[in-house]
């Protein structure tokens, strides 16, 4: 059961007893376009942005923002526009990044598995790397490159088999997981590339997981690649670049991650002397507290020993509780003095799964009212879904006193579309 009075985050705040979006009022904006909704504040967008690219501006760096957290053209748009490459992981990133209009020369390619479209769009844009994860990758994407008589120049993703004390499922480098080579193979396979005609081996890489909170992994993880790099230059494989992933993590309950000044200045002080520049995947940390999730009260109901407020948001809007258990603050936007009373935040959606919240002292909500969820900027929109039919939430951006829909609702037409009603006779 949680106690404490959530507090809003940056850029989130009271006003007159309603919450804000910067200058816009949330309960303006619920009217105007409906719920259950995103909100991000552009201004907070900024504010993470340079307070993560500024932290290693004295370092040779470039910031791939990773778009899976929140990819929307409008978020890639301004985070290319202040410097940002962008980090993707599949054809459908690559595109958005494209019409975002972020210069293929700022993104790096990452995931396990890319499929020949995926490389052969990539390989014709000249994007800045392919962060390659298997042997059996570095084979096609040669035999691609080959084929247009390009150069594909590469990043290896090794597995460090480091613990970064996160939720097992976005534990990425585990000498168990599915990503990277292991680090000792790394050797022997750069060593079978490094003179490949079609392949250019510019770097090592590493993922080692999301929503760290300690500084130690990622120190760790930082040495191992050091020592892979000098390993690999002792074989005469010129190493000129580190790709150190994402993972930063935020704050959603009590947790105190680094912020990312200390998080910069422990990777530098780790690689100072290397002479590599280096490549930076951060996502939740730029996204994260930047979003909100709107939703309204259907209902109230008190059921046998628990009570719950129904509202018109589910988890197939915002999954992270249901998927991870994850918890995100909750407010109501208009402060109220009305009794608490203990509840469980949920939605529609046929699964006792689907809850946003549990055990939370709320004041006791009526039906129209509004709740924010906090912190759900990344992870968030992404992972939404149609199940049930749903169609999925609009996302609207704030800068001060201005607010703009930079997607629409869906739209019932939206969900059926492409779709045959015919089946076989
Ligand atoms: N680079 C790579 C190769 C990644 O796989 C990821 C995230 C990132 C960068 C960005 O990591 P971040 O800075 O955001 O931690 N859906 C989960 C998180 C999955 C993270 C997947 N990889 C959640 O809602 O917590």
Not at 154 to 183: C, M, W
Not at 235 to 245: M, V, W, Y
Not at 248 to 273: C, F, M, Q, V
Request: charged fraction near 25%; proline fraction near 5%.
């Amino acid at each position: 059961m949680r106690r404490r009075t959530a507090r809003p985050v940056p850029f989130f705040e009271f006003r007159g007893g309603a919450l804000h979006c910067e200058g816009v009022s949330l309960v303006a904006l619920a009217n105007d376009a409906g719920t259950p909704l995103y909100v991000y504040s552009q201004s907070a967008l900024e504010d993470r942005f340079r307070a993560f690219d500024g932290a290693f501006s004295d370092f040779p760096h470039l910031t791939c923002y990773a778009a899976k957290a929140c990819s929307s053209l409008a978020i890639l748009a301004l985070l290319h526009r202040m410097g940002a490459g962008i980090d993707v992981v599949s054809g459908g990133e690559l595109r958005r990044a494209l019409m975002a209009g972020v210069d293929p020369r700022k993104i790096v390619f990452s995931g396990v598995g890319k499929s020949v479209d995926e490389m052969d769009l990539a390989l014709r844009h000249g994007i800045l790397q392919f962060n390659a994860e298997s042997e059996a990758e570095l084979r096609l994407l040669g035999e691609r490159a080959k084929m247009s008589g390009m150069v594909a120049p590469v990043g290896l993703r090794v597995n460090p088999a480091v613990d970064p004390q996160t939720h097992p499922y976005i534990a990425t480098g585990l000498e168990q997981s599915k990503f990277g080579v292991p680090i000792s193979a790394a050797v022997p396979l750069l060593r079978r590339y490094s003179r490949h005609r079609h392949i250019r081996i510019q770097g090592i890489g590493c993922h080692i997981g999301s929503q760290i909170t300690e500084i130690g992994p990622f120190v760790v993880a930082a040495r191992k690649l050091k020592e892979a790099t000098a390993a690999l230059r002792a074989t005469g494989i010129e190493i000129r670049q580190l790709d150190l992933g994402g993972g930063l993590g935020i704050r959603y309950d009590d947790e105190t991650p680094p912020s990312p000044t200390a998080y910069a200045a422990a990777i530098k002080s780790e690689l100072r002397d290397l002479g590599c520049s280096l490549i930076l995947e951060p996502g939740r940390t730029l996204v994260g507290d930047a979003g909100i999730f709107l939703t309204r009260v259907l209902f109230a109901k008190a059921g046998q020993g628990r009570n719950f407020l129904i509202v018109d948001g589910a988890m197939n809007d915002l999954v992270r509780p249901s998927l991870y258990g994850a918890y995100h603050r909750v407010l109501p936007v208009v402060r109220s003095r009305r009794a608490a009373w203990l509840v469980d935040v949920v939605g529609p959606v046929c699964e006792s799964s689907d809850f946003l919240a549990r055990d939370r002292i709320l004041p006791r909500m009526r039906a129209g009212e509004l709740l924010a969820i906090l912190s759900a900027g990344a992870y968030g929109f992404v992972l939404s879904s149609n199940y049930n039919s749903r169609p999925r939430a609009a996302e609207i951006l704030v800068k001060g006193h201005r607010f703009r829909v930079i997607r629409k609702r869906e739209t019932l037409p939206d969900l059926v579309r492409g779709e045959s009603a015919r089946p076989f006779r």
